[in-house]
């Protein structure tokens, strides 16, 4: 028998040649591993072999492990950490959970509605500061209702946990409007016909249902309250923290190792939430079924009222919150002279040796978005849109999930172990404005990916196939179909890498140098120096400055988006 009368399962399969198209995008593919690689992995990889060494570079095992639990000090810093962030947890999503379910399960009316999301998500504007500077103005020392509190002190613990809430508290709300947004309702319908009372529906089908979204939000609050390094630094006081703790070992005594110890601590509570977190929302995502009938809540006018009335007093709490800096910055000074003036900015912008942090600030900021923009939907369209990947897709995704769970401080603290190092080939990055906007797109890489791969998978993959069959280059479908159909995810990665670079602090902490300071660094070293004014200044305008750039781009893409979607709207004939 000839070779050429073999059956087919007996000869060796032909060895698949790849494309042009198919070289590009493996290339692209190892280009963005190696990104996260460089710029994440390594600088982790820095801090745990830092956590193992001495101070001459020699092996010292977990020495540095036993003495941070063996000092009383350092250790109760970690537990402070760990009840601060529950007794958040208690406050925020529950509070957050009656919202959700007032925007979701009301027949409220729409506008007043609309209105409570908008206010509800001014603290994502504002850096973390911000809170901790109007609380103090509330009700520190000279603050206007101190007479509230009596003896009792709001600095410490009282403090960064009212901060924290304030901080968390639009983060809690978007998980569970969206977890109260899949509802069932033929549920609620069989329930109603066989007279079940509101509340055992609330309590057998409501809170059931839920429960993923409410256990993603504990984790997401809990990990942000764990690793966020403003609040806790203003209000404080001598209450210490893991997070505080890392910029004291670090900055104040240098001492590389410590730091590196509390570092891998701060990492744990984090990547412990992730996992938690990652595993809820792929549970989330099969509540409904394609026999799902929507949801329409029926009026109900005392329980509409009641959580009416608990909305707008949440409200009127974060509008006091922002008001209280806005009206720092614009007067003399508090409680001795209230006279208006604008001094405060001018001092803050232009005569303080902090006066280019807000330039630096949208300097970083707009390139953070352009670049980030660019690098996450690029690494979303090779995972999504590339055959025959292999192992290459799962690393990658890997790597691109793995940023959400590494606090801000850690991985700014691993930028400066592993780039500051000589003989790093890297070094030329270090103590530049390039690290900055590095820093910011690896940090809120994530959340970008998720949304970008989000928008990908509702494009049909015939797109690509039908593009490969007519031997049209991969990157014209790219430009002509892809980007104009996901142009509004586009859009709205680069509006979110903008905002989140102007208030972020976490990172840039370990980063900035005094030709590259942030504003939100200088906002830290003004309440430091005892200029309030200045400093709820510059954190108000950052605050103007992400709202005026939120309203243009919902301007500018109503435009933009009126001509590149139009097809979305034709009708069928």
Not at 236 to 256: C, H
Not at 296 to 303: C, G, I, S
Not at 393 to 403: D, F, G, I, T, Y
């Amino acid at each position: 028998m000839t070779t050429a009368t073999l059956p087919a399962r007996g000869r060796a399969a032909p060895r698949q040649r790849w494309s042009r198209d198919e070289w590009i995008a493996r290339a692209m593919m190892l280009g963005a591993m190696a990104l996260l690689l460089t710029f994440l992995i390594a600088p982790l990889f820095s801090i745990l072999v830092n956590a193992v060494l001495d101070k001459e570079g020699n092996f010292a095992g977990l020495a540095h492990f036993s003495a941070y639990f063996e000092t009383p000090s350092l250790l109760r810093a970690a537990f402070n950490s760990v009840w601060v962030a529950l007794a958040v947890v208690l406050v925020s999503v529950p509070t957050a959970f009656v919202c959700a379910y007032a925007l979701t399960r009301t027949s409220l009316p729409g506008p007043f509605k609309a209105t409570v999301r908008l206010i509800a998500l001014i603290p994502l504007l504002a850096p973390s500061l911000l809170s901790a500077i109007s609380f103090v103005q509330w009700f520190g020392n000279q603050g206007v209702l101190k007479f509230l509190l009596g003896d009792f002190s709001i600095y410490g613990a009282p403090g960064i946990i009212l901060a924290e809430v304030y901080n968390t508290f639009p983060h809690a709300l978007m998980i569970l409007v969206t977890a109260l947004s899949l509802a069932d309702g033929r549920l609620y319908e069989a329930a109603t016909a066989l007279r079940t009372p509101p509340w055992r529906q609330f309590l057998t089908i409501t809170l059931p249902s839920s429960k993923y979204g409410l256990i993603s939000a504990c984790t997401v609050v809990f990990t942000y309250v764990v690793s966020d390094f403003g609040a806790p630094k203003v209000i404080g006081g001598n209450f210490n923290v893991l997070s505080v703790d890392v910029y004291k070992q670090v900055v104040g005594q240098l001492n590389f190792s410590m730091g590196a110890v509390v570092g891998m601590l701060l990492l744990v509570p984090s990547i412990v939430s992730f996992a938690i977190d990652y595993t809820v929302r792929r549970k989330i995502k099969a509540q409904l079924t394609a026999r799902s009938v929507p949801f329409t809540p029926k009026p109900r006018r005392v329980a509409d009222a009641l959580l009416a009335l608990f909305c707008v007093g949440v409200c009127c709490m974060l509008l006091a919150t922002i008001g209280m800096a806005l009206y720092t910055s614009v007067i003399k000074l508090w409680p001795y002279n209230l006279t208006f003036t604008l001094d405060h900015y001018r001092f803050a912008l232009f005569e303080s040796d902090m006066a280019d942090a807000y330039t630096n600030s949208l300097k970083v900021a707009f390139v953070t978005a352009v670049l980030g923009s660019v690098i996450v939907f690029l690494g979303a369209y090779v995972i999504e849109k590339t055959r025959n990947l292999g192992w290459m897709r799962n690393v990658m995704h890997l790597m691109a999930v793995l940023s959400m769970a590494v606090p801000g401080l850690v991985l700014g603290l691993g930028y400066v172990m592993f780039f500051n190092h000589p003989a790093n080939p890297l070094n030329f990055l270090y103590n530049t404005m390039a690290i900055l906007v590095i820093s910011m797109v690896i940090h809120y890489y994530t959340s970008s990916h998720l949304t970008a791969v989000t928008a990908l998978q509702q494009i049909d993959n015939e797109f690509e196939a039908v593009s490969a069959s007519l031997k049209v280059p991969f990157f014209k479908t790219f430009l002509r179909v892809t980007v104009p159909v996901c142009l509004p995810a586009i859009l709205e990665i680069g509006r979110y890498f903008f905002v989140v670079s102007m208030a972020s602090l976490s990172a840039a902490i370990f980063l900035y140098t005094p030709e590259t300071i942030l504003a939100s660094v200088a906002i830290m070293h003004l309440d430091q120096a005892g200029d309030v004014g200045p400093a709820a200044a510059l954190a108000s305008l950052i605050v103007v400055t992400s709202v005026v750039v939120s309203v243009l781009y919902s301007l500018a893409t109503r435009v933009l988006l009126a001509r590149t979607q139009a097809w979305r709207h034709l009708r069928r004939g």
